[in-house]
């Protein structure tokens, strides 16, 4: 099986712009979940989406946002970048209600 | 704030040597995971194991947990070059099964 893909690996944006992310999980996968990576606050949850719907939310503010497809692709988008949301993406898949996540490689964004 | 901390923050060997890093968390969980991530890279999923287990083992990786002093440990045994990474703990709790990330131990395996 294909493992979970994101797109694009790299972008620079400019604070205030908005960003939109790809993630396409494993097939057969219904849950995907997304996560920010900084040095300074290490790896934290933003949400879960399952079946189109948010399951789970973490503690980001509403600039950050997502959405499912019905074929389980999801996007996130974050809007009026700031230059603390320089940060590697992953985005993480699973069966659902699997507690085992398959994650992608990532995408590192990067705001000026 | 971070539900696991590894310990140590890094770990730096030579080739052959065994590598342990442990995880501490604060609330009871429903299980704990160990997951690797390779510079700048994914995470890739390791071992998972459940509150009433109390060992479990992958290849050379050897996990223990120990629910009542709050802890876990991770071990690699003969290590390798290509096991340098970064290796994190994730705790679930409560009725969600969504982890919670340490900030994870730098291990340098040197040839």
């Known amino acids: 099986k294909a493992g979970v893909t994101q797109t694009p690996r790299y972008l620079i944006k400019t604070r205030g712009q908005q960003v939109t992310l790809s993630c396409s999980p494993i097939?057969?996968?219904?849950?995907v979940s997304w996560y920010q990576q900084t040095p300074g606050q290490g790896l934290q949850f933003l949400f879960e989406?399952?079946?189109?719907?948010?399951?789970n939310k973490g503690n980001f503010p509403g600039r950050f946002s997502g959405r499912q497809f019905s074929n389980s692709r999801s996007e996130m988008n974050v809007s009026t970048l700031e230059l603390g949301d320089s940060a590697l993406y992953l985005c993480?898949?699973?069966?659902?209600?699997?507690?085992?996540?398959?994650f992608g490689p990532g995408t590192r964004l990067t705001v000026t | 704030s971070q539900q696991g901390e590894e310990d140590p923050q890094a770990l730096s060997i030579q080739e052959g040597e065994n590598a342990t890093m442990n995880c501490s968390y604060k609330?009871?969980?429903?299980?704990l995971q160990w997951y690797r991530q390779n510079s700048g890279r994914g995470l890739v999923h390791l071992i998972l194991?459940?509150?009433?287990?109390r060992e479990k083992h992958s290849g050379r990786l050897r996990v223990t947990l120990d629910t009542s002093k709050k802890s876990s440990s991770l071990l690699i045994t003969a290590s390798r070059a290509a096991d340098t990474a970064s290796y994190f703990c994730?705790?679930?709790?409560?009725?969600?099964?969504?982890?919670?990330f340490g900030r994870g131990t730098s291990l340098i395996v040197h040839p």
């Open positions: 609330t009871s969980i429903n299980n």
């Open positions: 993480a898949s699973s069966l659902g209600g699997s507690v085992e996540q398959y």
């Open positions: 097939s057969g996968h219904r849950s």
């Open positions: 994730a705790t679930a709790t409560g009725g969600s099964y969504i982890p919670t």
């Open positions: 194991i459940r509150s009433n287990e």
């Open positions: 989406y399952f079946s189109e719907t948010q399951r």
